[in-house]
């Protein structure tokens, strides 16, 4: 009996998007899998800060324009730099069976974005001394590690400029290191990262998130396909989204806690808990804290992690020590037997129902949803009210 053919993506989808459905429909094209599967950040994202949809809303989007199933990545593996992430998410593809993995790329060159992954995974000693002399100097780690890169290579310090890039690499990192049996799909990115404005045919994920804020709903409406503005429109409408100001005071009243360790939080640095104390005590919330703290020296998006794990209660010891990801939660699925016949036997353990994930997942998972639950003002049973999506 031949292997079947199963596509991973891993995404975030907050929400999904014009440019989330061409990459989809893209992937699935050239691919042409039996199945597609999507390992998707769950209540908090990879820069930490909180989902505006909940997994389930965006797990729906993304089955109802193609995707066979969505799974979740735990919150441990999900709010981590780019390499421990992507370790995270192809571990768990990994185990559910894929054979093909398909990112985003400004420079869809897989020769390319392989030889950077290769030079980063053995780099030579001039490599090590360069990165060195770039952190000594103040440089943040993104941009030591470019600096570092072009020294050895100019094609691979010009790869490791860009975002997506620079992901896309740390997949085929993480292909490498677990020795997977999964074909890479690099797929060209266009559309700016960051664009403030929305863009309909490749907008911004940021950008769209601003304009639903500033209640600018009729931007919104030509960038997302007709599920995603349905759901959007209803969860906006019902204020079931998180309030920034509700997420602020939980974020804070867990940074002034006298019982909170600063020194024993995940990716501390010397200097930067007691900043980082320092820092909660004036700060007038999550932007208020990045803003302060952030800079050459610790980038925004380091400071925006740390927070989320600050609020999660996370241990350095627990992170340092982590297992791959071995459990995960079923978020929505097309109803396919052929796909799930063989789901009992796969190395990772698929949770179809709420009660059995909750007695599986790492308490942090379900701090998670507790924490995203009350600041969207929902009940604090979330999601175990819910049902998975089968379509």
Known sequence: MSRRTILGIVAEYDPFHNGHLLHLTESIRR????????????CFKQRGDLSVLSPLDR???????GADAVFALPVLWTVRDAEHYALGAVAMLSGLGITHLAFGAETADLPALNSAAALLEDPPETFQERLREALSSGSGYPAALCAAASSVSAESGAILSSPNNILAVCYLRAIRKLEAEITPVPVQRSGAYHDPAVQPDSPSASAIRGALYRGA??????????????????????????DPAVADTLLLSTL??????????PDISEGLDTALKAASVSASGRSDLIRILSGKRYPAARISRLSAMALLRVDREKVDSLPLPSVTMLLAMRKNPEM???????????????????????????AAWRIWALAAGAPDTLPFTEKILSV
């Open 59 to 65: 797990a729906a989007c993304a089955v109802k324009c």
């Open 217 to 242: 709903y009729a931007h919104v409406s030509g960038a997302v396909p007709a599920c995603t503005a349905e759901i959007l429109s209803k969860r906006f409408l019902d204020s079931c989204v998180p």
């Open 340 to 366: 799930t016949s063989g789901w009992k036997d796969l190395p990772v353990r698929i949770c179809a129902s709420f009660p059995e994930w909750r007695n599986l997942a790492d308490p942090e998972d379900l």
């Open 256 to 265: 002034r806690d006298p019982s909170m360790a600063f020194d024993r939080l």
């Open 31 to 42: 691919v042409r899998p039996d199945s597609t599967y999507i390992a998707l950040s769950p």
